[in-house]
């Protein structure tokens, strides 16, 4: 069985930081990449930044140069550093990770963790 479990979320002001973790647990072969989203109210999820296994990252337009994502292989662990945080930035904030387990690659989502940007 692989987890993913979030952890990291809170209430804000405008302009503080928080970092997020997603730490993987279980039978785990290997983490090909990790994806976070988030989910405001009435809204799609959208993907907020990517890692894959090389390091090449990927960002929303709208985190650029405010967030940054990175992941500890030693403890298959995935962070979300999130600076100048905007009220939009309020959401679900979920973890998404492809990794090969017991042979076979999936995708596993973590149960999400909320942050809330006050103005």
């Known amino acids: 069985q692989v987890q993913l479990v979030e952890s990291g979320g809170g209430l804000v002001q405008s302009g503080g930081s928080l970092r997020l973790s997603c730490a993987a647990s279980?039978?785990?072969?290997?983490?090909?990449?990790m994806v976070w989203y988030r989910q405001a109210p009435g809204k799609q999820r959208e993907l907020v930044a990517a890692?894959?296994?090389?390091?090449?990252?990927n960002y929303a337009d709208s985190v650029k140069g405010r967030f940054s994502i990175s992941f500890d292989n030693a403890k298959n662990t995935g962070y979300l550093q999130m600076n100048s945080l905007k009220p939009e930035d309020t959401a679900a904030y979920y973890c998404?990770?492809?990794?090969?387990?017991?042979?076979?690659?999936?995708?596993?989502w973590g149960q999400g963790t909320q942050v809330t940007v006050s103005s």
């Open positions: 998404n990770a492809n990794l090969i387990s017991n042979a076979y690659l999936r995708a596993y």
């Open positions: 279980g039978s785990i072969g290997s983490i090909n990449s």
């Open positions: 890692i894959a296994s090389g390091g090449s990252t």
